[in-house]
């Protein structure tokens, strides 16, 4: 075989697996099932996650919604910008990262009217230090870097290339513990 072809067979097998663009997961007919079928209405309503129906479903931006309840369903129709995970349920504490962590859907905060779901609590800890800077690089890396990029390939990316503000969790749990004896934790934390 020459080069060229082993080149190009070796390029298509490592990029077989490049993951997905959305964090999503198939369950049953559901192919691309948002929040590990958990009901987004119910983060806001009842602010825990609550498992939705396979019966009680709805399609939005290429990916389905499960709800507890029609009512559910129907307030997220009336408005399912509102209800959408940010980063489309990519963990929220890579976002300013520019990294796509494939997570469940279990931690979350509803941070200024928004959904944002994340890998722990000591990553969700290390995120609330500073949300408002933390959103504003997530928005702005996703929009410009990272929304369309299959997950796999964009952390490659950005574990080689590191952005210049980059913190490692050994770093956040220390400035933690500074504020924490400081007294000078974000509400969010106390």
Not at 62 to 85: C, I
Request: proline share 5%; hydrophobic share 35%; net charge positive.
């Amino acid at each position: 075989m020459h080069a060229l072809g082993l080149i190009l067979i070796s390029a298509a097998a490592l990029l077989a697996g490049c993951g997905t663009v959305k964090n999503t997961i198939s369950d049953g007919t559901d192919a691309k099932l948002m929040l590990r079928g958990n009901d987004p209405v119910a983060y806001f309503t009842q602010g825990k996650p609550v498992k939705g129906s396979p019966d009680i479903k709805a399609e939005h931006n290429g990916v389905t919604y499960r709800f507890a309840s029609a009512e559910h369903r129907a307030e997220f129709l009336k408005n399912p910008a509102r209800y959408e995970p940010a980063y489309t349920g990519f963990c929220a504490s890579g976002a300013p990262y520019a990294l796509k962590a494939n997570i469940g859907a279990n931690v979350f905060t509803i941070y200024d009217g928004r959904l944002y779901l994340f890998g722990s609590e000591r990553s969700k800890r290390g995120w609330l230090l500073d949300a408002k800077n933390n959103v504003a690089l997530g928005d702005r890396y996703w929009e410009e870097e990272t929304k369309d990029v299959p997950h796999r390939i964009q952390n490659y990316k950005r574990y080689l290339f590191k952005v210049p503000h980059y913190k490692t969790d050994a770093e956040l749990d220390a400035e933690y513990e500074r504020r924490k004896a400081a007294g000078t934790l974000p509400a969010e934390l106390r």
